[in-house]
């Protein structure tokens, strides 16, 4: 009867030694965080670099990446197919993939998508050579232009402005379709005229363009801006000295920027995300000056897709929406 007792104790004994283990090894579990960002020389990268580091310092058995990517329309892409947890990407682009616009390279709706927050804005800014004669808008027909990746959130940015400015692509004596570095490097070599870049003020590109050559960077006035039609444009103005030589305020184009994330992505996890985000955001702000017009007060406005209900409860527990 002893032996008996003995080995149904040892059977219980063993049976919860197992589920302890077994739930230590589910708690151990890593959960993977991959950002996608831009390309390198953009503002997405750094900040997404910013946020992975961030995401694997503070949130419990979390492994965090940032990828390289061509940004907002294909960060959308990804994100729809579960190869991303969490995206930087343009209003526009946003919108166009909810929607499903084919013109913008969105062949279905993207129905997985899902708002974290709103962050800053990005500002489309047209920098030419000094020598190429290039001031307004109306200058630029006849020149050599880079328009940012193929079907990126820069490109699609570029098609949009260029129309409200009465121009389009054959207007152009040739049209790169490039990264901002790539761009850049084009300009330094004269086989560009003008590059437009559609990104936070102060972007490490355009920065680097304009300690190497001269620059003029092209105003887009207000009514241009208006003409667009599409309520995510507004006006706004890229301050006086945000780059050498470029000595006084300008008017152009802005665009909000969002973090996106999507349905499949646990509730917790999103929650985590969110919090670790809005209470480390010196971290983002070290890495780019672009993230200091991240605001929690902001991060609910204008999401052209649905919040996350992981967003959503954080928001709510800090008074941001009802």
């Known amino acids: 009867m002893r ?8 059977a219980v004994t063993s049976a919860s030694a197992f589920v302890a283990f077994s739930g230590s090894v589910q708690a151990q579990k890593a959960q993977f965080i991959n950002v996608l960002t831009g390309g390198q020389s953009g503002v997405y990268y750094p900040l997404g670099v910013a946020m992975a580091q961030l995401y694997a310092q503070k949130i419990p058995g ?5 990828q390289v990517t061509k940004a907002s329309a294909e960060n959308m892409n990804l994100l729809q197919a579960g190869r ?7 209003a526009d682009s946003v919108s166009d993939a909810w929607e ?24 489309i800014q047209i920098v030419a050579n000094a020598d190429a004669g290039i001031t ?3 200058d630029l027909k006849g020149k050599r232009i880079s328009v940012g990746a193929a079907r990126s959130g820069t ?11 009465g121009l389009s692509y054959d207007d152009f004596a040739k049209v790169e379709y490039l990264p901002f570095g790539e761009s850049v490097e084009l300009m330094k070599n004269r086989q560009l005229d003008v590059t437009l870049q559609s990104a936070g ?35 706004g103005v890229i301050p006086a000295n945000t780059y050498a030589g470029q000595d006084q305020d300008l008017p152009t184009a802005a665009i909000p920027n969002f973090l996106v994330t999507h349905s499949d992505v646990p509730e917790e996890l999103v929650y985590e995300m969110t919090k670790t985000l809005y209470e480390n955001l010196g971290s983002l702000q070290s890495a780019h000056n672009a993230a200091k017009a991240i605001e929690l007060k902001n991060a609910a406005n204008g999401m052209p897709v649905p919040i996350h209900p992981g967003a959503e409860r954080y928001y709510k527990e800090k008074g941001i929406i009802q």
């Open 3 to 10: 032996v008996k007792k003995w080995i149904v104790a040892a």
């Open 62 to 66: 979390v492994k965090a990446t940032a």
């Open 84 to 90: 991303g947890e969490v995206a930087w990407s343009l």
């Open 100 to 123: 499903g616009n084919e013109e913008a390279g969105f062949t279905k709706k993207l129905d997985k998508l899902r708002g974290l927050s709103a962050t800053y804005n990005n500002y």
């Open 136 to 138: 307004s808008l109306d």
């Open 155 to 165: 490109e699609l940015n570029a098609r949009a402005i260029l129309k409200a400015a």
């Open 201 to 235: 003020l102060g972007v490490s590109s355009i920065r680097d363009l304009a300690t190497a050559v001269k620059i003029v960077v092209v105003p887009i006035p207000k009514e241009v801006v208006e003409k667009v039609g599409k309520a995510a444009y507004q006006p």
